[in-house]
């Protein structure tokens, strides 16, 4: 009866490392490093219109604990109407409709979505509200990301652009917001 019970034991042993032993799955590389403190003090971005569009504005941004603060006058839009505002990957707006600006910055490869409210990219930020004049009063708080410094999370040397529509926030892989409308570079005054 030992010997049988002993047999027993060490057949399913063999057998469960038998079945555990198949191909190693390979492992997903993990995120990019991302660093925590801006190099830059400030940096300017000087909105330039897009798609025969009438938008411009000029736009500073410091860094904060956390992120980078975003602020400044954005002209030119619909009256009343929203729309949507976000960093892309490329420092380029030389193309008409600033498609040379490429995707939203997304270095963690995530999914597009609302800032603060899940996943999202880390250009993702909410939706500008024009006034009766069409002007928009810049007061963002981009988190998660520096100014300056060269790491994944870098903003400075990309671009802002604004778009004719509002951002979704669901659809991929950027929010449905239409046309882009102004672009501008981010550059490091200091």
């Not at 030992?2 to 032993?21: G, V, Y």
């Not at 590389?29 to 003090?41: E, G, L, Y």
Request: charged letters at 15%.
């Amino acid at each position: 009866m030992r010997q049988r019970l002993f047999l027993l034991t060490a057949t399913s042993t063999l057998l469960l490392a038998a079945c555990s032993s198949g191909p190693a799955t390979k492992a997903e590389p993990p995120p990019p490093p991302v660093a925590t403190v801006s190099t830059a003090k400030l940096a300017e971005a000087n909105l330039a219109p897009a798609s025969a569009s009438l938008v411009s504005g000029r736009l500073a941004l410091v860094p904060e604990a956390g992120g980078v603060h975003i602020t400044g006058v954005i002209g030119g839009l619909p009256r009343g109407q929203q729309a949507a505002f976000h960093v892309h990957e490329k420092g380029d707006c030389s193309a008409m409709d600033a498609s040379s600006a490429g995707g939203h910055f997304n270095p963690a490869m995530q999914q597009h979505g609302r800032a603060g409210a899940g996943v999202h990219h880390a250009g993702d930020m909410d939706n500008l509200q024009a006034n009766a004049e069409g002007v928009v009063h810049v007061d963002v708080h981009l988190r998660g990301v520096t100014l300056g410094g060269g790491a994944a999370n870098d903003v400075a040397g990309r671009a802002l652009v604004v778009h004719a529509a509002a951002d979704d926030y669901r659809s991929q892989p950027a929010g449905n917001a239409g046309a882009r409308v102004a672009c501008a570079v981010i550059r490091v005054v200091r």
